[in-house]
């Protein structure tokens, strides 16, 4: 429905009709000039061959400091997407199952479903704050659990795990020896700290990318950080399939590390003044949601909707949302993306209010 939805409201915007696109997580905002100038110049400088499956020995160094482990546990991928997907390919292409909390972003359960693995969901709920509870997760686990995905903060309900459930959940997975995938996309930019999984002992993944940091959507650039076994696997994968992230994309993201704290300060300011300006719209209305404690989204829930109608009725007022359904059984539920300059995001918070009352 995620998908149908974005092709409906680009076949209306075809069509000549204005529609304010807060479906999809693709930021409005553009890349940092210093970025795109980095590539520019790596280009120039014949950054445009072949290379290492591995990434850049210079990026993969750097990001080791980052997060302080050593560079071989470093490799680099198109996006966190591709790490996502080809971890959970080597974990789960000789069967098993995932456990994964609910609601979840779209890819973990497509990718599973793809892979034929069993997909077992902890659901979580709006009214406890999105708490995961430890003992349904714990029940969930059995001897074909091949690993637990997590995503910290979540999409899209832009919520944290609280730190002492996350001990919780990494004290259950060593003591089981299951692993965990930590998607952490939005970490960097979070309005509040969150505990990472690197910061745990225990065998397990971190994977996270520049997409959202440095608003580099497009430019399909992320990293995995994790055993020395499991990263020669994954550049067995990329050597067979994309080879490697272009060396002068690579670049340009090593510029952006360089430049992080000055570029990422104003990302997160402006995702932050519309997470504001979102609540303030629409806590005058009955809809209920928690607020978001990173960007860059709001999940909000209206008793007796319809989500996938509303969402496709609402595109005719000029408006694109995703659905609940699309992150697991939220048909109650829509997902805002905070993603489109404030007077436009004002206008589709006001058609929203509007929608939800009649
Ligand atoms: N993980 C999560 C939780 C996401 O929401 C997204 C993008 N919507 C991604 C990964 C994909 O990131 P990338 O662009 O780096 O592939």
Same mark, same amino acid.
């Given at each position: 429905?995620?998908?149908?939805?974005?092709?409906?409201?680009?076949?209306?915007?075809?069509?000549?009709?204005?529609?304010?696109?807060?479906?999809?997580?693709?930021p409005?905002l553009a890349t940092p000039t210093e970025i795109i100038e980095a590539a520019y110049d790596a280009?120039?400088?014949?950054?445009?061959? &072949?290379?290492?499956?591995?990434?850049e020995?210079s990026l993969?160094e750097k990001l080791?400091n980052v997060?302080?482990?050593?560079?071989?546990?470093?490799?680099?991928?198109?996006? *966190?997407?591709?790490?996502?997907?080809?971890?959970?390919?080597?974990?789960?292409?000789?069967?098993?199952?995932?456990?994964?909390?609910? +609601? &979840?972003?779209?890819? &973990?359960?497509?990718?599973?479903?793809?892979?034929?693995?069993?997909?077992?969901?902890?659901?979580?709920?709006?009214?406890?704050?999105?708490?995961?509870?430890?003992?349904?997760?714990?029940?969930?686990?059995?001897?074909?659990?091949?690993?637990?995905?997590?995503?910290? +903060?979540?999409?899209?309900?832009?919520?944290?795990?609280?730190?002492?459930?996350?001990?919780?959940?990494?004290?259950?997975?060593?003591?089981?020896?299951?692993?965990?995938?930590? =998607?952490?996309?939005?970490?960097d930019i979070?309005?509040?700290?969150?505990?990472?999984?690197?910061?745990?002992?225990?065998?397990?993944?971190?994977?996270t990318g520049f997409s959202k940091t440095f608003t580099m959507?497009?430019w399909?650039i992320?990293?995995?950080?994790?055993?020395?076994?499991?990263?020669?696997?994954?550049?067995?994968?990329?050597?067979?399939?994309?080879?490697?992230? +272009?060396?002068f994309i690579q670049e340009a993201a090593l510029k952006a590390l360089e430049l992080q704290s000055e570029l990422t300060g104003e990302i997160k300011r402006e995702?932050?003044?519309?997470?504001?300006?979102?609540?303030?719209?629409?806590?005058?209305?009955?809809?209920?949601?928690?607020?978001?404690?990173?960007?860059?989204?709001?999940?909000?829930?209206?008793?007796?909707?319809?989500?996938?109608?509303?969402?496709?009725?609402?595109? =005719?007022?000029?408006?694109?949302?995703?659905?609940?359904?699309?992150?697991?059984?939220?048909?109650?539920?829509?997902?805002?993306?905070?993603? *489109?300059?404030?007077? =436009?995001?004002?206008?589709?918070?006001?058609?929203?209010?509007?929608?939800?009352?009649?």
């Amino acid at each position: 429905m995620l998908y149908e939805i974005n092709e409906k409201a680009l076949k209306l915007e075809s069509q000549g009709k204005k529609i304010i696109k807060l479906n999809i997580g693709d930021p409005d905002l553009a890349t940092p000039t210093e970025i795109i100038e980095a590539a520019y110049d790596a280009m120039k400088r014949g950054k445009t061959k &072949y290379s290492s499956a591995y990434g850049e020995k210079s990026l993969r160094e750097k990001l080791s400091n980052v997060h302080n482990v050593y560079a071989d546990n470093v490799i680099i991928t198109l996006g *966190a997407k591709w790490g996502v997907f080809s971890t959970m390919y080597l974990l789960l292409k000789d069967g098993g199952n995932v456990v994964i909390p609910s +609601p &979840y972003w779209t890819a &973990y359960g497509l990718i599973a479903k793809n892979l034929g693995a069993e997909i077992k969901l902890v659901k979580t709920e709006l009214d406890s704050n999105w708490k995961i509870d430890l003992e349904t997760l714990e029940s969930l686990i059995d001897r074909d659990t091949r690993m637990i995905i997590l995503n910290n +903060p979540r999409n899209p309900t832009s919520s944290i795990i609280d730190e002492k459930v996350l001990d919780g959940i990494v004290r259950i997975a060593n003591d089981k020896g299951i692993t965990i995938l930590s =998607d952490e996309v939005y970490a960097d930019i979070s309005f509040v700290k969150t505990k990472r999984i690197l910061e745990y002992g225990g065998d397990h993944i971190l994977v996270t990318g520049f997409s959202k940091t440095f608003t580099m959507t497009g430019w399909r650039i992320g990293y995995v950080i994790a055993n020395t076994g499991l990263v020669e696997k994954l550049a067995k994968l990329n050597q067979i399939t994309l080879t490697n992230v +272009p060396v002068f994309i690579q670049e340009a993201a090593l510029k952006a590390l360089e430049l992080q704290s000055e570029l990422t300060g104003e990302i997160k300011r402006e995702y932050y003044e519309r997470a504001k300006l979102a609540c303030d719209i629409l806590s005058k209305t009955s809809l209920k949601f928690s607020r978001p404690s990173a960007p860059f989204y709001i999940f909000p829930k209206c008793r007796g909707l319809d989500s996938e109608k509303f969402a496709l009725s609402l595109l =005719d007022d000029g408006v694109a949302v995703a659905p609940g359904t699309s992150f697991g059984d939220y048909r109650e539920h829509f997902r805002i993306s905070l993603t *489109a300059p404030r007077n =436009d995001l004002k206008k589709a918070l006001n058609k929203i209010c509007e929608a939800t009352l009649e």
